[in-house]
């Protein structure tokens, strides 16, 4: 039996950009929602004005909350079908350890370099990386570099939670990494 991911088998489909379609007005699966990310990152008439840097508490905005396609409400899920944020991070500025609760997500680094620390080890994000996760996945993302950064996130169903969790109960690989 393998024990190979079917990443590790086919390869990051965000790499091949040309086989990635537009994303439609309802993205439903990961690839549309990480296409919309591009499509919205690749127009900087969308976001660019609205960025605002604070070196004393972190900067968000949400762009869009779009509501669920009609017909695609289930008993239980968040009215939301998805958001967009757009944040900036001043040279030091982290996250926390955190999860999005219920939502799945695709970070996109639009502007900069940022860092991304979870159990599976630490990423450098540069400009144009895209990051894909899952419901409760675990992380921290800080700008450790000199410059200040831009990311864009799209959350889907739209963001409802983002429990921090404690470093004293991060896996041990965090807990090295002067994660706090």
């Known amino acids: 039996m393998s024990t190979e991911s079917d990443l590790q088998i086919a390869g990051d489909i965000l790499s091949v ?5 537009p994303a439609p007005e309802h993205p439903a699966t990961v690839a549309e929602f ?4 591009r ?18 508490s ?9 509501p669920q396609a009609p017909g695609s409400a289930r008993a239980g899920r968040s009215p939301l079908g998805y958001e967009v944020w757009l944040l900036s991070w001043v ?7 955190h999860d999005h609760g219920r939502s799945s ?10 860092t991304e620390h979870s159990a599976r080890g630490t990423r450098t ?3 144009g990386t895209q990051r894909v996760f899952a419901p409760g996945y675990a992380h921290e993302v800080v700008n450790e570099s000199l410059e200040p ?12 939670e983002m429990p921090m969790h404690n470093a004293r109960c991060a896996p041990a690989s965090l807990m090295g990494s002067g994660v706090a």
């Open 91 to 97: 040279p030091g500025q982290g996250s926390g350890l």
């Open 17 to 21: 950009q040309h086989l990635l379609r």
């Open 125 to 127: 994000l540069s400009g």
């Open 58 to 66: 972190r900067w968000y905005h949400r762009l869009r909350s779009v």
């Open 39 to 56: 499509s919205i990152a690749a127009d900087r008439s969308q976001w660019e004005h609205l960025v605002e840097y604070d070196a004393t």
């Open 34 to 37: 990480a296409g919309l990310a």
């Open 105 to 114: 997500g695709v970070l996109t680094v639009l502007e900069g370099r940022l």
């Open 149 to 160: 950064a831009v990311s864009l996130h799209v959350y889907f169903p739209g963001l409802t």
